[in-house]
Every structure is written in structure tokens, then in C-alpha cells.
């Protein structure tokens, strides 16, 4: 497996492939509320993907050199910009892409899918069915500085704001559920902020954890699905949820197993 820091045209990551390979499908990795090339730390799920054939792009978004330090109105343009990317390097199919993110990255690859035609594939590690407001420098800061988590052209999209209390030691310890679950309590600003899955053109995934503390991963993934339900969604769509909490998701191998068979089914090679 072979490891290439990028830096073109503004994009920040870790490039992976195998030597010489063809006709190699195309991932984005999307790490989460800690920014940077998140996935590039976890290398068992990138090392298994590459023996796959896929090419791998662990993809940072905020907190790494030339990007924004804090995850507030990152510009979705900025993601197509790394899928043209992705998909003009050699020996990468033209017409095979996925995205893969994790809580924040799983908003990020949900709004991407539904953005651009050329996703086949998204899978989403504890998914959000909404745009949530933005994480400043004071993390979860209610009512300072409240701004969108993602922009387009030039704009903040709509968001669903924080609605306190929260304790300190709720922050330390990223125990806020409560937190999201008072403010999907608002039915209408949620559906405001609701992202538009049913756009997606290819298969959706969604991987949640039943003891999630963070935020209700379950409840949300399940909205996704009624979305996509009540749309008529033509593609395969899949929720599923295992044991555990939102820090250990990531590295559960019956969650892995199910976004290969996803992808194996979603995006062929040609010849295939």
C-alpha cells in the first residue's frame, strides 16, 4: 500500500493505492468532530479497503494546514474539488466513487451524495439526518457565534441550532444526546435542516450504535430511512444497528463487513 500526503488545489490528505492497479474504484474517507486526515490514524479500515481495489482518500476538511481551524460553513465545493480529484488519478474508475464519514463526516457524506450524481455509494457511520450548526472555537457554544456546519456558494445552509442546558460535564465527557434530542424536538426547524437524502443517486448505508451517547444516531438513521421510504427511493437502503457507543463504531467488523458487501454491489470495475 503505498501513501501520498495531497495538497492540490487547496485539499488536505492522505492518498492510498495499491502499486500499478486498474480499473480501481474510488473512496473518500470523512473523519468527524476532531479534524484532519482522521481516517489516516485508523489504518486497519483503509489497509482493507486497499487490498479490496479500491484507492482510498482520507479526506480532512478543517484543522489542517491551508483549511479552516474550526468545522463552521466548510464549503461543499470543497469536497467536489477532491472528488474530481480522486477520479482523474490514474487507473481509478471514472464511474465508480463512494464516500464513507463518521458523525460530523457522515453529515458531510450524506449532503455530498445528495449533491453529486457521481456517488454510488454512501455509507455513514452514526448518521445525522440533519445540517447541524457549526462547532466554534468553544465547542458547542450556545448562542455565540452560532453559524452553519457547511456552506454553498458562498452561504451558510439551513441549520438546527443547539438548544441548551448543557453541563461542563456533559462537554467533557461528549455525553450530549440530550442535547440533540432537544433540538430535534423542534419538528420545524429540523425539517429545515433536514438533509435531502432522497437526491442521493446511488446506495445508502447507515451504521448506528443503540448506546450512543453523543448524539441519537438511531432516531436520526431511522428519519433517514422514512425519507427515503416515503420518496420512493430507488436504490438499495439499509439501516443497521449494532451494540456499543459512537467512539467504538468505527472499528466494529460486522459494520466493516456490511459496507463491503455495499460496495462490492455498488460500484463495478469495468469488465465486471
Known sequence: MIKTAIGHDGLAGDFFRQAGGQNQRAVILLGGSEGGAAWSRVRTPVRLLVER?????SLAYFKAPGLPGTL???PLEYFKRASDWLLAQPGVEPGALAVIGASKGSEAALLIASRDPRVRAVAAFSPSS???QGIPAQRFALGRDVRSSWSEDGQGLPFLAYQGPFSKLDLLTLRLAGLHERS????????AAAIPVERIKGSVLLLSARNDRLWPAVDMGEEIMRRLEASDFPHPHKHVIFGGGHGTLVMNRDAWRAIFASLEASLQPAGR
Not at 53 to 57: A, E, K, N, R, S
Not at 184 to 191: F, H, P, T, V, Y
Open 53 to 57: 481495489g479500491f484507492v482510498v482518500l
Open 184 to 191: 430535534l424536538a423542534d419538528a420545524g426547524a429540523a425539517a
Open 72 to 74: 463552521q460553513e466548510i
Open 130 to 132: 440533519v445540517v447541524w
